[in-house]
């Protein structure tokens, strides 16, 4: 069996022959069809992350497949699509970056609805986080004016759709001209350097941003004094200089999502994502990659040239 693994911090994946998983008692064991690769796991394969796997180890926090085998009062009978997350898998015990994998029984989800295994792998962040910060943080309203920081993003493009779907007007901002055919179809895409208009009119009430980082505060200010921004990343940086007198006279609330805290209201709302997914309603874009280009698909992934989500296909 092939896997894709971790042997040193700070290493690219190595794509080799490991031993086949031996299910244990109340664990499943699964035939990955496709995991996710995400900044999580390149996080934690530069040995920066609080929870550490022992190298070598097989990468990929999340991912879906199909169940080979479980307990027989387990509730998943062989042939069931699932989604794989949760219980350390990729952080403190291998993941799945691999062809096969026997994981906990908290860690397997089956699908409400059938989804192509690339995008039941990658929906389950980009869908949750969208719909937590734009109706639990943001209480998004039919009618009002939305900002979306990031629109050609994974997230943002999400947080655009929903947007969209609760009635909102959205204008969606990238940073680059190549950003802009990605923006979801019925949001106006503007362009980061053309963007200044927007603040002139300050006719939004609510910004979602999900790049962070020292410009946070500038962009707040397209929104009208009583609005709300609500601050979903920090991928442009982590910190932030708060000018309190400006802020004071601005007036606008600065949210924060955390989807840590959130991870049960995420799980109540993924299984009517994944119906939306499924019968069309929502869209995520996904690159494919072997398990072989992981290497390639991480270095696209810290230098913004992803496509949506990376996912790795074992086969």
């Excluded at 943001?138 to 493009?157: D, L, N, S």
């Excluded at 500038?218 to 991928?235: D, E, T």
């Amino acid at each position: 069996m092939r896997a894709a693994r971790i042997h040193a911090w700070g290493t690219a994946p190595v794509v080799e022959e490991v031993p086949e998983p031996v299910r244990g008692e109340g664990e499943v064991l699964v035939q990955v069809e496709a995991g996710g690769i995400g900044h999580l796991d390149a996080t934690i394969a530069s040995g920066e992350f609080a929870m550490k796997p022992t190298p070598p180890y097989i990468g990929g926090v999340e991912g879906a497949g199909t169940v080979l085998e479980a307990d027989a009062d387990s509730g998943l009978a062989p042939g069931t699509q699932v989604v794989l997350r949760g219980t350390g898998l990729g952080m403190l015990r291998d993941g799945t970056w691999t062809e096969r994998v026997s994981v906990r029984r908290k860690a397997v989800t089956p699908l409400e609805a059938p989804l192509e295994p690339a995008v039941a792998a990658s929906f389950f962040v980009p869908a949750t986080t969208a719909y937590v910060a734009l109706h639990d943080v943001g209480r998004v309203e039919k009618g009002e004016e939305v900002i979306v920081v990031g629109a050609a993003g994974a997230v943002g493009a999400m947080v655009a759709q929903q947007a969209l779907a609760a009635g909102a007007r959205v204008t969606g901002v990238v940073g680059r001209a190549d950003q802009l055919a990605d923006v979801p179809e019925g949001v106006e895409a503007v362009q980061l350097t053309d963007a200044e208009a927007l603040g002139k009119d300050r006719a939004a009430s609510l910004l979602v941003d999900t790049l962070g980082g020292e410009g946070l505060l500038g962009r707040s200010r397209w929104v009208r004094q009583g609005g709300r921004a609500v601050v979903i990343g920090y991928v442009a940086g982590p910190r932030v200089e708060l000018d309190l007198p400006s802020w004071l006279l601005d007036e606008v609330a600065l949210l924060p999502v955390n989807m840590i805290r959130a991870e049960r209201r995420a799980r109540e709302v993924s299984p009517d994502l994944v119906r939306r997914l499924s019968q069309g309603e929502l869209t995520l874009a996904v690159e494919k990659f072997a398990l072989d280009d992981i290497p390639s698909a991480l270095d696209a992934l810290k230098a913004g040239r992803v496509r949506g989500r990376a996912v790795a296909l074992p086969s």
